[in-house]
């Protein structure tokens, strides 16, 4: 079997520029950044990562930026709890997470806070040679404050599938477009979820990588190329507003209609795995 692409960071070694964090002040306001986030869905805006436009300043306050200590590579990941994120576990080499991040550039001071990570717990059947079970959790050093760009996105009850054809939002700061740069902002992009026979076929994915019941494939059902890509592994996948999976790998080209993405998806199994580890380790 081939290197199944990750939707790391392709290893680039790119500047993050000057970062200044802080705690923020202020009270949380998520039914207000649902509400923006809904406009923003129905209305387009933000309709994929390559090519793509950005998401409104802060609304999506879960998401969270994995980076190396030296600041050069990147991966995503959902604040599912004040002291926890959830990310991909082939994002295995980052010591610290960013919240209340919208441009990677900026020092957005008042929103910003910074946490280290204190244990990583990958997904004890994760296997790096076929992608399955590609979750791991993070413990931060402290827990983050609650404020309105910091949220944490509550699991939602499990299911143990999400149906062919549910509409879907993928968020990250990857790369926009195929050999480029990372964004600066955060992006997102609505994709759609593809029917696994039709992701394993010969006119798909041809079973390398094999697509199985803890993966979901997700990606245009139009000529959008809406995709997630490189630097967008470990963000979330909204599946009618409920989080339903992680972003994993692709093919080694991002948006191309016979090569979506594929995500780690949060089955009843692995909904459970998530919250005994988090009680275990409290």
């Not at 500047?15 to 202020?26: F, I, P, S, V």
């Not at 082939?90 to 991040?101: A, D, E, T, Y």
Request: charged share 20%.
């Amino acid at each position: 079997m081939d290197h199944i692409p990750f939707r790391g960071n392709k290893y680039q070694s790119e500047q993050a520029g000057k970062l200044h964090y802080t705690n923020m002040k202020g009270k949380g306001h998520l039914f207000t950044h649902l509400l923006v986030l809904l406009l923003c869905l129905i209305t387009g805006e933000g309709a994929e990562i390559i090519g793509g436009n950005e998401v409104p300043p802060h609304s999506l306050p879960f998401m969270a930026l994995l980076q190396n200590s030296e600041g050069t590579k990147f991966c995503g990941g959902t604040l599912i709890d004040l002291q926890w994120v959830l990310t991909a576990a082939h994002c295995n080499i980052f010591s610290r997470v960013l919240l209340g991040v919208h441009s990677r550039s900026k020092s957005e001071m008042e929103y910003r806070q910074l946490g280290n990570v204190k244990d990583k717990v990958p997904h004890p059947l994760y296997n790096h040679t076929t992608m399955d079970n590609d979750l791991m959790l993070l413990k931060l050093d402290r827990k983050a404050k609650k404020t309105e760009a910091v949220q944490p996105l509550t699991l939602p009850p499990p299911v143990q599938d999400v149906p062919a054809g549910t509409g879907c939002v993928v968020a990250g700061w990857g790369v926009t477009e195929n050999d480029g740069g990372m964004s600066d902002v955060l992006m997102s992009a609505n994709v759609t979820v593809i029917d696994r026979a039709l992701c394993n076929s010969k006119d798909y994915y041809n079973l390398d990588p094999i697509i199985t019941n803890e993966m979901l494939c997700a990606g245009s059902k139009d000529e959008s190329h809406a995709d997630s890509c490189y630097g967008d592994s470990g963000g979330p996948l909204l599946c009618e507003g409920k989080l339903r999976g992680v972003t994993s790998s692709g093919g080694k080209q991002c948006g191309v209609k016979d090569k979506p993405g594929v995500y780690a998806a949060l089955t009843k199994e692995q909904t459970q795995w998530i919250r005994k580890t988090i009680e275990s380790l409290l």
